[in-house]
């Protein structure tokens, strides 16, 4: 999770601070759909898996909490 | 109150009644138009050498001729698979549009606009069918749309459209010229460039009068907005030439890391620029990119 929050913080350079597990990153604009493939690109290099977009939707992306649950938990299999 | 119908200015008028007649007057079928030989020749190039992601990177080095070869061919596969997503995209904005009150303008040229992109996404979708064996999937995702006033969404909308447009034609009109490519690529290329010269004239009229109506009727915010958009649409647009799909499918190993050090060389600042020239020069030409810089 340290490097989703780290690119987010690097995207969003007026944020001071790393997001809160909850805080709703859609909602607060912290990735948007002009960043989104660096993002996609980002979570598919770190849980070694392909994200078929047909089978998510954009609430998945919406905290790090769920990010976590939906993409990176070793049992989360593949989304394709 | 801004109406669309007072944005659009006798300069708006005048370039649809001639591109509406150029559009009739140069009308094909697109489906009697090309030929598909069976394959692609075995060891062509399939993008010019110059548009490929890896031209004056470290990371060609890398590469053996098959895996550049090859890397030719899936980027040309995503190029194409792009135009087909951003022209499923496009296709509903102006669809949104057409035969709308404020937009009795422009409407003429939008029938043109939207039968001419159905058959530039089918003949986009049949190359990659044929010659690659799919598409690659949509990378991108619709998020909730900020709240913005209908002018300065259009404009976004219509920015997007001819940046997309732009950069496209980019490769069009390079890949039409390059003796190194088969016919075939040559040929979707070249018919391509011929109707989105129109389409680009078109949408540099519509972007140039909602600018001209931003700048006068828009706040401050609303005139960084623009400008924080189209800056960041055009780096997103570069972006997606550089495709993990593309890297993967070349056989190139750990694609991410890969696109990481090609999108990162040096090199490809020059390379950006090359693609992005015609769009910063329109942008800086109404006066967008100037106020930017001020």
């Given at each position: 999770m340290k490097r989703i929050a780290e690119w987010i913080q690097t995207k969003n350079p007026e944020l001071d601070r790393e997001p809160s597990p909850t805080e709703d990153l859609i909602e607060a604009r912290l990735i948007d759909s002009l960043d989104f493939l660096e993002f996609i690109y980002l979570l598919e290099d770190l849980s070694g898996r392909p994200i078929?977009?047909?089978?998510?939707?954009v609430d998945d992306f919406r905290t790090l909490e769920r990010i976590a649950h939906r993409f990176l938990r070793p049992e989360a299999g593949t989304t394709s | 109150m801004t109406t669309n119908a007072t944005i659009w200015d006798d300069e708006v008028a005048i370039a649809v009644t001639r591109l509406t007649a150029a559009a009739e007057s140069e009308y094909y079928n697109p489906y009697q138009t090309f030929e598909w030989?069976?394959?692609?020749?075995?060891?062509?190039?399939?993008?010019?050498e110059d548009l490929v992601?890896?031209?004056?990177?470290?990371?060609?080095?890398?590469?053996d001729r098959e895996q550049y070869l090859a890397l030719s061919k899936w980027e040309s596969i995503n190029f194409y698979s792009l135009n087909v997503h951003g022209i499923r995209e496009l296709m509903q904005e102006v669809v949104q549009r057409i035969?709308?009150?404020?937009?009795e303008i422009p409407t003429p040229f939008f029938h043109h606009f939207l039968g001419e992109e159905n058959e530039h996404m089918w003949f986009f979708a049949e190359f990659c069918l044929r010659y690659g064996g799919k598409l690659f999937a949509n990378r991108a995702m619709t998020f909730p749309k900020e709240q913005h006033s209908a002018l300065l969404d259009n404009f976004i909308v219509f920015s997007r459209i001819l940046i997309f447009e732009q950069i496209v034609d980019h490769f069009n009109s390079r890949m039409a010229a390059d003796?190194?490519?088969?016919e075939t690529i040559r040929a979707i290329n070249r018919v391509h460039h011929q109707d989105e010269s129109r389409h680009i004239a078109f949408g540099a009229q519509l972007v140039r009068a909602l600018w001209l109506r931003l700048r006068t009727d828009g706040d401050d915010k609303e005139i960084a907005v623009a400008r924080q958009y189209v800056e960041k649409y055009i780096a997103s647009s570069l972006q997606q030439l550089y495709s993990v799909d593309a890297y993967r499918n070349a056989g190139i190993p750990d694609p991410f890391a890969f696109r990481s050090r090609v999108l990162a060389d040096p090199s490809r600042s020059a390379a950006h620029d090359a693609v992005t020239a015609r769009t910063d020069a329109f942008y800086r030409r109404i006066g967008l990119f100037d106020q930017a810089a001020a």
């Open positions: 078929d977009l047909q089978e998510v939707s | 030989p069976e394959s692609i020749p075995e060891g062509a190039l399939w993008m010019s992601t890896v031209h004056g990177t470290a990371a060609a080095a890398e590469l035969h709308t009150p404020g937009f003796a190194a490519l088969p």
